[in-house]
């Protein structure tokens, strides 16, 4: 009888054991105006995954994930592992919604200066403060959006200036912070 405060259970497999897991769906994002490709991984060559864009639970009938999947539309991907004929993972699902272009405003930017205006402020916030009613410690320009403060806690910097946008597509910005500290300011 096993102790019921500290049991082991022993087992001994032939062969290499199969892990079942539910599928991964990694796409560049979300949203996109042209077609897309959505990556669906299984994790394993031992089993077959299986999808739908529709929103339904695949069934075995349901086609076979080979790499990635061309998305033109709206859709709602899922996914699901099969083994010998038989559903043996959760099923993994993801929206992938196309959007329309809109136009940006047009401006008169005349002659706009290389660079962007980088105002630094210092605080201990737990929530995005309003910018405009505090004062502003430094003003810098930079031409891109790397710099190092070393080893400086608890500050905030506020981006100003002109990019140049290609149209015609979906893009994302995000700051990629250099240090662990800075790890909790992020810019979009």
């Not at 403060?129 to 608890?154: K, M, Q, Y």
């Amino acid at each position: 009888m096993p102790d019921p405060l500290c049991s082991v259970v022993e087992l001994e497999v032939k062969g290499a054991p199969i892990v079942y897991q539910t599928p991964t769906i990694s796409s560049p994002s979300d949203i996109f105006v042209r077609p897309i490709d959505v990556a669906i991984d299984g994790n394993t060559n031992e089993v077959e995954i299986r999808y739908t864009l529709d929103g339904t639970e695949p069934t075995l009938e349901s086609p076979l994930a080979r790499g990635s999947v061309r998305i033109a539309e709206t859709a709602v991907v899922k996914a699901r592992a099969f083994h010998r004929g038989k559903p043996v993972s959760g099923t993994a699902e993801r929206k992938i919604t196309k959007v329309g272009l809109s136009m940006a405003k047009s401006i008169d930017a005349g002659a706009p200066m290389p660079g962007l205006v980088s105002v630094r402020y210092d605080g201990d916030w737990r929530s995005l403060p309003n910018f405009n009613a505090l004062r502003a410690i430094s003003f810098t320009t930079i031409p891109n959006f790397h710099w190092s403060e070393g080893d400086v806690e608890f500050f905030g910097r506020r981006f100003r200036g002109w990019i140049t946008v290609p149209d015609g597509d979906v893009y994302v910005f995000r700051w990629h912070p250099t240090t662990a500290r800075a790890s909790r300011s992020t810019t979009r």
